[in-house]
């Protein structure tokens, strides 16, 4: 069954260091999505990817964040200046349509688990 | 911004034993889906609800959209150590929604 995947799967990072977490989405979906999940704490959407461009965003996806889809099939988030609040478990989902998330759902990555110290 | 209450936070039950999982909110949501996640995994999706009064059965676990589309639940009958895990449920606003909204999750632990 196709998957998302997602590495590294634990990343350690020092306060202030640029992070790339990356994806390989499933290759004949369209949307793509960053969310997080805070120890304990719901899944919280970042942002939203379609057609080379952001679609959505939240607030927590302020400027110290951003996301590219430097080929055809990874997607990457960086975060510039890592805060320890940024400790979490970043989770990159695809779908095939952005129109079709309410009948298909997201496909879920294993997820990165960010610690920053 | 919708929101979407899960209860019980927490649910410790013997194997063998059912439970119902509720999933609340005060908006209309064009559909429904639940998740069931390990630890140190990503969510992985179950079902999706759509219409109201819908009821879906995956084996053991029953799933129920309520006619106002407005809640859900999720049944587990005769519960098994392998069951154990969190249960989102995360609701589209609407048919074109870019995005769904979780919910805080529901804990489960089925014990031998």
């Known amino acids: 069954e196709p998957e998302v995947t997602q590495t590294p799967s634990h990343q350690v990072t020092q306060m202030g260091q640029e992070v790339i977490l990356r994806c390989v989405p499933i290759?004949?979906?369209?949307?793509f999505y960053w969310y997080r999940q805070i120890l304990g704490q719901k899944v919280e959407f970042l942002v939203s990817f379609y057609n080379n461009e952001i679609s959505e965003k939240s607030e927590i996806f302020d400027d110290q964040f951003s996301v590219e889809r430097p080929d055809g099939s990874n997607f990457t988030l960086k975060i510039r200046s890592t805060k320890l609040e940024d400790s979490a478990m970043y989770f990159c989902?695809?779908?095939?349509?952005?129109?079709?998330?309410?009948?298909?759902?997201?496909?879920f990555g294993s997820g990165t688990r960010l610690t920053v110290v | 911004t919708q929101l979407l209450e899960q209860s019980p936070q927490f649910l410790s039950i013997q194997e063998g034993e059912n439970l119902t999982v509720y999933c609340n909110s005060s908006s209309v949501f064009s559909s429904l889906q639940w998740y069931r996640q390990e630890p140190g995994e990503g969510p992985v999706l179950l079902v999706t609800v759509v219409t109201g009064g819908e009821v879906k059965k995956l084996k053991r676990l029953t799933f129920q959209f309520g006619d106002a589309r407005k809640d859900s639940s999720l049944h587990i009958t005769a519960a098994q150590p392998g069951d154990t895990g969190l249960y989102l449920c995360a609701g589209a606003p609407s048919t074109n929604a870019g995005k769904s909204t979780f919910g805080d999750g529901t804990t489960l632990t089925v014990k031998p």
């Open positions: 989902a695809s779908s095939p349509s952005g129109q079709g998330l309410w009948l298909y759902g997201y496909t």
């Open positions: 290759s004949n979906h369209l949307y």
